[in-house]
């Protein structure tokens, strides 16, 4: 192995660049060169990479996004797309592939490993998805801004005894809610692997606090239940409190990463390069236990994963 790229995949998080960074450097201190590979698999199919150097990564441990950028490629996704990033791989002489993404991602990584160019995956996603992580680069500092604008909302929700509807990301996990919801206070907390009754678990429970002196509510409700502009106007319909929707959308994939997105982000940029510097392919770096392993790609795709339900039960506990 003498030459490796890496590439940014799917939605950006922060903790990207802390990861690109790492490989970068850990690239270049075991003696590989380091492309950097630019707008993901597109890049890779049309060759739109640069060659990288231990100053080319110089000051973007704390920038949000990713200076590789990202874009979804469903041409790679076809036979002829993947023989486009492969004829390239070979005719630029590259050994091995670093891929930072999701699971879509590590799909292609696999792909593409099956094909005779060794890859390994970094997790990086704000959802916490991952079935064969614990923790996802992004997600940390997800979580912060959602508490940083909810704490910001409350104020005027305060203000003037209003319900906030808040709808965070997470089309199909819960995580950000679940966190930031016990985070914020939140009264209600509706995420996408939890049945919900609107009556029970939203208006009952807004009743409920009335009646031991509260006057105004946060609901934070993950992207993949959605309506909550219609949850808002039904609020105010049955209770006659004021009610407002904010859906704070990608304003959650960005700004600086917090410590833990950076030292995670640069944990498993080095666990990646160690293990292509072996000739290891069709692994996908993970955190699990505080640990940074690595598993088997197609062992991580078919693995699950499943939200902590008695964190969801204490939540609702301690938030009336």
Do not use: W
Not at 244 to 255: D, E, F, N, S
Request: net charge neutral.
């Amino acid at each position: 192995m003498k030459k490796i790229g890496v590439l940014t995949s799917g939605g950006d998080a922060p903790g990207m660049n802390a990861a690109v960074r790492a490989v970068v450097r850990a690239g270049c201190e075991n003696g590989l060169k380091v492309v950097g590979i630019k707008r993901g698999y597109n890049g890779l199919m049309y060759g739109d990479f640069y060659e990288m150097n231990l100053r080319s990564v110089s000051n973007i441990i704390n920038r949000g996004g990713t200076i590789l950028y990202s874009a979804r490629s469903p041409e790679f996704k076809t036979e002829e797309g993947m023989q486009k990033a492969i004829d390239v791989c070979k005719s630029e002489g590259i050994d091995g592939v670093v891929v930072i993404g999701g699971d879509g991602s590590f799909r292609g990584a696999r792909d593409l490993s099956l094909r005779g160019i060794p890859c390994v995956g970094i997790p990086g996603t704000i959802d916490n998805d991952i079935a064969c992580c614990d923790y996802t680069i992004g997600y940390d500092t997800a979580m912060n801004t959602v508490m940083e604008m909810v704490d910001r909302l409350r104020d005027t929700t305060e203000s003037h005894d209003r319900c906030s509807v808040v709808e965070v990301m997470g089309r199909r996990a819960g995580y950000i809610a679940l966190n930031a919801g016990i985070a914020c206070g939140a009264t209600t907390i509706l995420i996408p692997e939890v049945e919900f009754d609107f009556e029970r678990d939203v208006i009952d429970r807004m009743r409920r606090t009335q009646q031991t002196g509260k006057r105004h509510f946060i609901i934070i409700v993950a992207e993949g239940i959605g309506g909550v502009s219609e949850m808002a106007k039904k609020i105010e319909e049955v209770t006659g409190i004021e009610s407002r929707a904010t859906i704070l959308g990608h304003v959650q994939r960005g700004g600086c990463p917090t410590v833990r997105d950076r030292v995670v982000g640069s944990l498993m940029g080095c666990k990646a390069v160690e293990l292509l510097k072996q000739g290891i392919g069709n692994r996908v770096v993970a955190m699990r236990k505080d640990e940074i392993v690595d598993f088997d790609i197609f062992e991580a795709l078919n693995m699950s994963k499943s939200i902590d339900l008695e964190l969801y039960r204490l939540a609702h506990e301690i938030s009336i």
